[in-house]
């Protein structure tokens, strides 16, 4: 009788999180290029893509994923490595929309159907007045060390003076 009462309990926890969790963004693709031949199926792929920051106007951040191919991820059950590369960019005038704390999750996508997410969080060097951008991976279970950082100078941008994001932290 208690296992079903745990199991209830999970069971309603995990549908709770995956309700309230806000909708991100889909990142936009750039390209894709085979890496890996599969005969019949699709080939592994590195997949390239863009996404802008929601919350800093100015800010657009590329990475890579790798993609598996073959039966696998044809079907949609494979899960996905965690070497993900980042770069992030000033692409416009900066400006900060809404304060934030550091580590701050600007963008989650899902590697598996086992749990495991890609995660960009956001902070801010107060110091050199620069966002900092770290991709990494984590499961439900056990995270990976793999992650990847990009670093963002707000600059001036034609005659708009730069905010400074130790302004915008809570």
Not at 4 to 24: H, I, K, N, Q, Y
Not at 33 to 50: G, M, Q
């Amino acid at each position: 009788m208690r296992f079903l009462a745990r199991a209830g309990l999970a069971v309603a926890a995990f549908v709770a999180l995956v309700s309230t969790a806000p909708a991100a963004e889909e990142p936009d693709l750039i390209f894709k290029k085979s890496t890996v031949w599969k005969f019949l199926t699709p080939d592994h792929k590195l997949a390239t893509y863009a996404i802008d920051d929601p919350l800093v106007d100015g800010v657009a951040c590329y990475f890579t994923v790798p993609e598996k191919g073959g039966i696998s991820g044809w079907i949609g059950v494979a899960e996905e490595v965690s070497d993900v590369s980042l770069a992030c960019r000033q692409v416009g005038p900066i400006k900060i929309k809404d304060t934030f704390d550091q580590g701050d999750e600007m963008f989650r996508q899902s590697r598996s159907i086992f749990f495991k997410k890609m995660r960009i969080v956001r902070g801010c060097d107060t110091k050199r007045n620069v966002l900092v951008y770290v991709v990494y991976s984590d499961k439900l279970v056990e995270g990976s060390p793999k992650n990847s950082t990009s670093t963002v100078p707000i600059m001036r941008w034609g005659e708009l003076d730069p905010p400074h994001c130790a302004d915008f932290i809570d």
